[in-house]
């Protein structure tokens, strides 16, 4: 007898649990979770401590600005979603690696997630310490916490779960898939304004329209993000006209 598939699985620590509501009743997203191709459990964080208060942070030690989240109450939270199984603890940080499509493939082959959304100024260093296992930055800028971390990685890793995104070939044609940027894309009028869509893409010639849409990949992503081409996949063709337009690949 086959094993039920279970659904991909993550679990959320924050203290706006009310901050995904909006994004998980909406769209692909809310599909998804009736369809019971994924799980989304959202742990507030107050609810694992243990003052009238429901106090999760307090001072740094040693002085400073800002408050740091407690280490009891994450611990708390992190092992009651340990008893359900086995999540790879992400800590959504500036100071983590920056997320790209090589890193949501490796998190979508956990099947389990733990994302710990942080405010202020961090969390206990020790928890970072003994109880993570893998730091994560959407980017070089600064946001209010990692609530909207946690939500980029959500809808990034759904995309990869089979079943939420209805053309599979969709996904995997899309921008950074291979390592390139997507390329331009027309729909009807063939006319408009005077501006007209391509006549290679009216040709009805699929070999030739797959060869134009490669090199308008290349062209887009040396132009626009040429650090993108040096792991990209590339044959002997694509680096011909790369170098026809300056690229050095030691570059």
């Known amino acids: ?28 997203l809310k599909k998804a979770r009736e369809r019971g191709l994924i799980q989304v459990n959202l742990i507030d964080l107050r609810r694992y401590t243990e003052d009238k ?3 999760v942070d307090d001072r740094p030690f040693g002085g400073g600005e800002g408050m740091v989240f407690k280490p009891e ?40 997630l733990l994302l710990l959304c942080g405010r202020y100024e961090g969390i206990d260093e020790r928890i970072r310490e003994h109880c993570v296992d893998d730091e994560i930055s959407i980017g070089d800028y600064v946001v209010f916490g990692g609530e909207v971390a946690a939500l980029v990685i959500i809808e990034a ?42 006549e290679v893409l009216l040709s009805g010639d699929h070999a030739k329209i797959a060869r134009w849409r490669r090199e308008k990949s290349l062209e887009v992503t040396f132009k626009r993000r ?24 030691d570059d």
């Open 1 to 28: 007898m086959a094993e039920e598939k279970r659904p991909f699985r993550f679990d959320v620590v924050t203290i706006f649990p009310e901050y995904f509501t909006s994004p998980l009743e909406t769209a692909v």
């Open 53 to 55: 208060h429901h106090t």
């Open 73 to 112: 109450p994450l611990y708390r939270a992190i092992e009651s979603a340990r008893k359900e199984g086995s999540p790879w603890v992400v800590y959504l940080s500036p100071q983590g690696r920056v997320l790209n499509q090589e890193i949501v493939r490796e998190l979508y082959e956990k099947g389990h």
């Open 157 to 198: 890793v759904s995309r990869l779960v089979p079943g939420v995104v209805g053309c599979r070939d969709s996904v995997e044609k899309e921008s950074f898939s291979e390592g390139l940027l997507k390329y331009p894309q027309y729909t009807r009028p063939r006319d408009f304004r005077g501006w007209k869509v391509p």
């Open 226 to 249: 040429p650090d993108l081409l040096k792991k990209a996949k590339l044959d002997e063709k694509d680096r011909e006209l790369l170098r026809k337009w300056g690229w050095k690949e």
